[in-house]
């Protein structure tokens, strides 16, 4: 299969699909259900999953506070929705307001073992538990009008006070070209370390786009919108000049303020050479054929 | 009041030295998040600038309460500032670049906010080296007193630095720039310290 054909990336990068996780088993179990055959042979020596500790304690989630440290303890503010609604509309045939539950049951869930590179350079190695965004996209039926996915996060001045602020343009908004949205790496994840998503890190559904800078991936997403023209994303409303729309990890292209040709990698002391597209080049360069990669950065 | 004189300064010196502890501690008891090496480059920095208005709070402190010891602290709060500075600096170019002197020296030429921050940090060391009281005698007060004034423009260009690293939350580095602003105020427009100097007969001259 596509994911598993990456030769010039450590073992590690996508857990094969052998992983499948049964979604009833895991949400039969409730809260902290341990993956059931979740091995540490497939990842490379210098690859291996950051600690949860940190993959948790550690986030950028404005909507729970600017310090990367406010999102894990500013949880508990989060809004207990339940059932958690997505709504989906646009450009297909069809659209409504969805449960989580009735989003998610049709599919398998499956781990997936990502690098996460942030804008901020710094990365993680994050094993994400999702469903593969096209299976799920794919349902509601895009039609050929549909050339961009822009994903909504949730907006509730009154539980995050943050949004009574204008740091960024609320709700958080992103975006993706119809072919990145469908593109097998790209995953919506309900869970991480083999349990329910953290608020945190998104609960109780967000998007990865591993290839991609960190803040790409919309989190704990109400709403899914197939949409011709290019949809804006909250961080290039605030700096169009530092975040583009693409944000495709890229060492050759600096932020304007820091380079991206090194990283940290979260829990190591000496930084390392960024890789074109966080190592996934392979699977994903011949998106942007053709495409000036300076000027779409 | 007597007292307070004496022990003032040793207290001011366990005082500006807390902060660096404290991180010290918390780097060593892994107490600084999952990005220890972010923390305290930014802890540095954050507590150089702190340092650097407190020098300046000096002046306005002594002329609202009378205490005359404080007004001869300003020396040893600023080459507290200046510590922190150097290791602020010497954190990112030995811990977070780590010797990386290529990089280094094109992000100092790339990033306006590092140029900045390097020019303030040059200043600073210029007033720590001219710090002494043999520096006072061989410059001559006015010409010291007219170096020393680079102060002011070494905190602007700390707030400077630091308004433009952050990413969107502008709030730490606006109060800051308030607390700055209130400090220069407060020397040029008479009105504010008019009481001041009216009620309490300065004991030691204006900086």
């Not at chain 2, 060391?125 to 007219?146: D, E, H, M, P, V």
Request: with cysteine.
């Amino acid at each position: 299969m596509l994911l598993r054909h990456s030769p010039d990336i450590k073992a590690s990068e996508i857990t094969p699909q052998r992983h499948w996780l049964n979604r009833r088993q895991f949400l039969g179990t409730g809260m902290a259900a341990v993956l059931p055959d979740f091995t540490h042979g497939a990842f490379g020596a210098d690859e291996k999953p950051t600690p949860k500790d940190a993959v948790t304690t550690y986030n950028n989630f404005y909507e729970l506070g600017t310090d990367k440290a406010d999102p894990a303890q500013n949880a508990r503010i989060f809004p207990a929705v339940k059932p958690w609604t997505v709504e989906v509309g646009g450009e297909c045939a069809k659209g409504g307001r969805f449960d989580l539950d009735d989003l998610i049951r049709p599919h398998r869930l499956e781990e997936r073992i990502y690098r996460m590179r942030c804008v901020e350079a710094w990365s993680m190695v994050i094993p994400w538990v999702g469903i593969p965004a096209a299976e799920v996209l794919k349902r509601f039926e895009p039609t050929s009008r549909a050339k961009f996915v822009e994903f909504t996060s949730i907006h509730d001045p009154e539980h995050l006070p943050e949004q009574r602020r204008r740091t960024l343009s609320w709700p958080y908004t992103e975006g993706l070209r119809i072919d990145e949205a469908m593109h097998p790496l790209t995953l919506l994840a309900t869970g991480l370390y083999g349990e329910e998503l953290p608020v945190q890190n998104g609960a109780p559904i967000r998007l990865v786009v591993p290839w991609k800078y960190g803040f790409k991936g919309a989190k704990s997403i109400v709403r899914i919108r197939f949409v011709e023209a290019m949809p804006s994303n909250s961080w290039n409303l605030l700096q169009p000049r530092e975040y583009g729309f693409y944000a495709n990890v890229n060492p050759a292209v600096d932020h304007p303020r820091w380079s991206q040709s090194r990283e940290r990698r979260i829990g190591e002391f000496l930084r390392r050479p960024t890789l074109p597209f966080n190592g996934y080049a392979d699977q994903v360069a011949h998106l942007y054929d053709g495409m000036d990669l300076r000027e779409n950065f | 009041m007597m007292r307070l004189a004496k022990l003032g300064k040793p207290a001011l010196f366990v005082l500006c030295l807390t902060p660096l502890a404290w991180l010290v501690f918390d780097l060593v008891s892994d107490n600084l998040g999952a990005n220890p090496i972010e923390a305290l480059v930014r802890g540095l920095g954050d507590w150089a600038l702190r340092m650097l208005l407190a020098v300046l709070a000096i002046t306005p402190l002594r002329q609202a309460t009378g205490w005359g010891w404080i007004g001869r602290q300003r020396r040893m709060v600023g080459l507290f500032a200046f510590t922190y500075a150097v290791l602020h600096l010497f954190s990112y170019i030995g811990i977070d670049q780590f010797f990386d002197w290529r990089l280094i020296a094109a992000e100092i030429v790339k990033r306006r906010y590092i140029l900045i921050g390097m020019t303030a940090f040059l200043m600073l060391a210029a007033l720590a080296a001219t710090s002494t009281n043999g520096s006072i005698r061989r410059l001559g007060g006015r010409r010291w007193k007219q170096l020393h004034r680079l102060v002011y423009l070494a905190a602007g260009l700390g707030v400077l630095h630091h308004l433009m690293m952050v990413k969107a939350d502008t709030r730490l580095p606006l109060i800051e720039g308030a607390v700055l602003a209130f400090l220069l105020l407060w020397r040029a427009v008479p009105g504010l310290n008019l009481k001041a100097r009216l009620n309490l007969k300065d004991r030691a001259p204006q900086a």
